[in-house]
Nanobody, 126 residues
Framework: VQLQASGGGLVQAGGSLRLSCAVS????????MGWFRQAPGKEREFVAT????????YYADSVKGRFTISRDNTGNTLYLMMNSLKPEDTAVYYC????????????????????WGQGTQVTVSS
């Protein structure tokens, strides 16, 4: 399974970006697909995740109300719509998918995700 993230770039504070994550390779059996980010000098942190069966979504408090995670009808493309961007959103954003055994209480932990995209840089200027 390969994940390919795209859509990052440079945007002014208050602007918007949409990230995409395309899944290829063998059929994905993941239960959750999500987005994480890592800013320079900081640990990777949870941003949002989506349960593939049912489409329930979960967000970090820092992005709730500004970011929206979604998927296409095939379930093989994941999106992250980012609105009202702030300079503190600047980071490399990674898409990820678990192996299919993650329970909800662990879905925010990066260690539960098996497959990772290469990351896409998002820079928000003030």
């Amino acid at each position: 399974v390969q994940l390919q993230a795209s859509g990052g770039g440079l945007v002014q504070a208050g602007g918007s970006l949409r990230l995409s994550c395309a899944v290829s390779g063998r059929t994905l059996s993941s239960r959750f697909m999500g987005w994480f980010r890592q800013a320079p000098g900081k640990e990777r942190e949870f941003v949002a995740t989506l349960r593939r069966a049912g489409g329930n979504t979960y967000y970090a408090d820092s992005v709730k109300g500004r970011f929206t995670i979604s998927r296409d009808n095939t379930g093989n493309t994941l999106y992250l719509m980012m609105n009202s961007l702030k300079p503190e959103d600047t980071a490399v954003y990674y898409c990820a998918a678990d192996s299919g055994s993650t329970i909800l209480s662990e879905a925010r932990k990066s260690t539960r995700y098996t497959y990772w995209g290469q990351g896409t840089q998002v820079t928000v200027s003030s």
